[in-house]
């Protein structure tokens, strides 16, 4: 059924706007564009709206000197003739507002969906529409890097990106991160929060503005500038997309755009995510469809990212969207009346224009669920996603770390849980991502050392056990994560030299302070002497050695070895040999593993030779 029904709005679209080519890039059409002899054409959709007008700096804010015209299904036209023959009406970084009359005879001020700057006044918590029309755009000057063999991610966050208090910038990012992650050996680079939000600490998942790059870290062309110097780096850059709800903020968001409550979103209870606190697209409306994959474009076109990782997927499969649902696995759980079909054709269409257009674009799937054909291409029946994150792997290592004395720990649970996925599927593993070092939570090196990372992490002062353990141990995790547990790997930015301290973002209960907003990368001086580094370490030499090896885009996995007794894990991937003793206190001596080419004694095997 859904094949036939994603071929059906394929050729419906198609048909109807003459390619979908021209229909996803109607960010060309909407908003603003100068046009060649320097007048501006104004567009918008707005449906329920009874007049539209135009207001800001340039008629000193007259609600009512610039209507639009309207067109037919409910789309709107203003052009506003050049102030000079080579100067537009409108200037570079004006202040911009739609005014929206309905049918009640309210007038509500509102920013267009697709305007693409953004900035919050200095005197309000909400966000200006900024007329973003630069002299001299940003020009990139490299190309895309080919697609990963094998996909080794950093999760990062800008704003978050600098042992100060205060919100990091892009620019921050590009000179002072992107070394960082060149040298620890990740090919990619995964950005959260880009998308305009205007409440900080939503981790950017509250969006407001869907085509603007958020201002609190710089400009766009701050962006388009770090986007292009990680291609000259050779790292792939994904975008965290969010479109599977939205701000229900109204003086600065979509919610209510034209003054009604299905503008872009389903009306009544079905369009509120009682969880969230959000509002949810109406997936089966032709403009919404427009707006949404046109915005998949955009941050492709306008930026250049090399593909996303779609947040919330879960929620847009079901029409429950996972809430109080514990997925056993069954198929039951996943085919019925409570599958969302609009949802799942938006997201196959989001993923065939991708791969059409752009044959090296990657698409990760957060789903939680683990939909069968999520990660099938759309030609086999499936929703055509690359990826899937395994999102069981992070929660086994958490409940180990909580539940478990280090003697009690299940070699066969643990090899269970990073190999349980679908063949043929692409899984994303990580031993924890932003979720875990959220505040309410704990990082593995937390769990692990604790309040003795804030005493005994000197290289200076004697090892103690704890810290010993810990770094071990932290060491072990990530390294059978990567080589068992899917065909990518992902970290969160810090949590590869064991950051000590969670994240938490200003608000009233910590007095607004940016004390845990940010990543000490400074823990990582030499002149510190600080045991960080040796974690920073085994990282870099874990990426460098996939990249020669590259197990991780090997299918093959050969698991010889999960001995209760002796905590021995063994196993086989890309012609490489892991052995594993997790054993508290145990060495051992000419210990002897099976393997594919013969049988080996390896003369010493302890924990801490790991």
């Not at 205007?198 to 500038?225: C, H, I, M, W």
């Not at 799937?365 to 054909?373: H, N, T, W, Y």
């Not at 086994?396 to 269970?416: H, R, S, T």
Request: aromatic fraction near 14%; charge should be negative; hydrophobic fraction near 35%.
């Amino acid at each position: 059924v859904l094949p036939y029904l994603f071929t059906k709005s394929l050729c419906n679209l198609e048909e109807a706007e003459g390619s979908i080519d021209v229909f996803t890039r109607s960010y060309v059409f909407y908003g603003v564009h100068r046009q060649a002899d320097n007048s501006l054409m104004f567009r918008e959709w707005a449906p329920g709206a009874q007049a539209l007008y135009l207001t800001g700096d340039f008629n000193e804010w007259n609600s009512r000197s610039h209507p639009y015209t309207s067109k037919e299904y409910g789309k709107w036209e203003l052009s506003i003739p050049p102030k000079t023959e080579s100067s537009p009406a409108i200037q570079h970084r004006s202040k911009l507002k739609l005014v929206v009359l309905t049918s009640e005879g309210e007038e509500l001020y509102r920013i267009s969906p697709w305007a693409k700057y953004c900035h919050q006044s200095p005197d309000s918590n909400t966000y200006d529409w900024i007329h973003w029309d630069p002299s001299k755009p940003f020009v990139h000057q490299h190309q895309r890097p080919k697609r990963p063999r094998s996909l080794r991610i950093y999760e990062a966050h800008v704003g978050i990106a600098s042992p100060k208090e205060e919100i990091a910038t892009y620019t921050n990012f590009t000179l002072n991160v992107l070394p960082k992650i060149k040298d620890l050996g990740y090919n990619c680079v995964q950005l959260m929060a880009i998308m305009e939000h205007a409440y900080y600490g939503s981790f950017g998942y509250q969006v407001t503005n869907f085509f603007a790059a958020s201002s609190r870290f710089g400009t766009p062309e701050d962006l388009k500038r770090l986007v292009d110097t990680a291609h000259s780096l050779g790292i792939t850059v994904l975008l965290d997309v969010v479109h599977s709800h939205a701000s229900s903020n109204t003086a600065d968001g979509l919610n209510r755009f034209d003054g009604t409550d299905s503008c872009f979103f389903h009306s009544g209870p079905r369009g509120h995510h009682k969880q969230w606190g959000s509002r949810l697209f109406n997936y089966q409306s032709w403009e919404v469809m427009r707006f949404l994959l046109s915005n998949l474009r955009w941050w492709m076109e306008e930026y250049l990212f090399d593909g996303f990782r779609f947040d919330g997927v879960s929620s847009m499969l079901y029409h429950h969207h996972g809430i109080d649902m514990s997925f056993s696995g069954g198929y039951s759980d996943y085919f019925g009346m409570h599958v969302d079909e609009d949802a799942i054709i938006q997201l196959m269409l989001s993923n065939h224009i991708l791969h059409t257009f752009y044959p090296d674009c990657i698409t990760i799937a957060e789903d939680v669920s683990g939909m069968p054909g999520l990660c099938k291409s759309l030609k086999k029946g499936g929703l055509g996603f690359d990826y899937r994150l395994n999102m069981a792997v992070p929660d086994k290592w958490i409940q180990i770390m909580k539940e478990l004395k280090d003697e009690d720990w299940d070699m066969g649970n643990i090899v269970y849980t990073l190999t349980n996925r679908r063949k043929g599927e692409g899984c994303i593993c990580y031993a924890e991502s932003h979720d875990q070092a959220l505040v309410g939570d704990k990082s593995l090196a937390f769990w692990l050392m604790d309040k003795e990372m804030y005493t005994n992490m000197s290289s200076l002062v004697p090892m103690t056990p704890v810290i010993d353990r810990g770094i071990q141990l932290h060491k072990m995790i990530r390294l059978i994560t990567q080589a068992l547990g899917g065909e990518g790997y992902l970290n969160f930015m810090g949590n590869e030299f064991g950051h000590p301290e969670w994240l938490d973002f200003p608000r009233k209960g910590n007095d607004e302070s940016y004390r845990f907003a940010r990543r000490q990368y400074d823990l990582l001086e030499p002149e510190n002497n600080l045991r960080y580094t040796q974690l920073y370490a085994f990282d870099r030499d874990m990426n460098r050695a996939e990249e020669k090896y590259g197990w991780l885009a090997s299918e093959k996995v050969l698991v010889t070895t999960a001995d209760e007794k002796d905590k021995v894990i063994v196993f086989e991937r890309a012609n490489v040999l892991f052995v594993f003793n997790f054993h508290p206190s145990n060495s051992y001596s000419n210990y002897r593993v099976a393997a594919s080419q013969g049988r080996y004694h390896l003369p010493n095997l302890g924990r801490e030779t790991e």
